[in-house]
Each structure stands twice: as structure tokens, then as C-alpha cells.
């Protein structure tokens, strides 16, 4: 059975950064690219960026410049990076794998930019 989830969630600063972590079973992770998503309340879930099995990246352009995108492969894991935190940035955010074009999805995890 394949696993996904997503960590480092929790309350930011404006202004501050953040830093998820999203792992995956290691029978997927070799193959996968590796997106992350967002989806803040009453709105769709927006695509942040994702990896891919090489390390290539590629960014919406509303992130470019603020979010970066890491691989780990000895850890099957994943990290997104962002900075500049406003409130607005506030949304629950979702790591996606697809491999060999099957879509797995986290839970999820509640970032609240606040202070």
C-alpha cells in the first residue's frame, strides 16, 4: 500500500517562511514527480510547483522566486520552501506523487500565517 504525508505544518509569521516535508512509500518515490498543491478556504486547490524523478522544477508563476523545491531520495522526501508569508498564504497544503500516471495524494497540512 502506498504512503504519502505531508509534515511541517502549523502557524508562520507574516513575513516568515515555511518548510513541509512530504514523504512517500519508497515503491513510488523513484519514478514520481512530486507536486505541491494548496487550498485555501471557499477556493480551488491551486498547484504550487512540482520535481521531477531528475530534479527539474518547475513553478507557477505566482511562486516563482518564493518557493523552492527539494528532493531527498536516499529518504524518499520531498520539501517545499517558501518565504514572504502574508495571511493570504494561509491554506491547507497537499503533496502529490504521480507515478507511472497514478495520482497519489497526502492528507494534507493547515498552514495559518498570522500574528
Known amino acids: 500500500q502506498v504512503q504519502i504525508a505531508e509534515s511541517g505544518g502549523g502557524l508562520a509569521q507574516p513575513g516568515g517562511s515555511l518548510r513541509l516535508s512530504c514523504t512517500t512509500s519508497e515503491t513510488i518515490f523513484s519514478d514520481a514527480i512530486m507536486s505541491w498543491f494548496r487550498q485555501a478556504a471557499g477556493k480551488q486547490r491551486e498547484l504550487i510547483g512540482l520535481?521531477?524523478?531528475?530534479?527539474?522544477?518547475n513553478f507557477m508563476d505566482a511562486f516563482k522566486g518564493r518557493a523552492t523545491i527539494s528532493r531527498d531520495n536516499a529518504k524518499n522526501t520531498v520539501h517545499l520552501e517558501m518565504n514572504d508569508l502574508t495571511p493570504e498564504d494561509t491554506a491547507v497544503y497537499y503533496c502529490k506523487a504521480t507515478s507511472r500516471g497514478t495520482p497519489y495524494w497526502g492528507q494534507g497540512t493547515q498552514v495559518t500565517v498570522s500574528s
Open positions: 520535481v521531477t524523478n531528475r530534479g527539474d522544477t
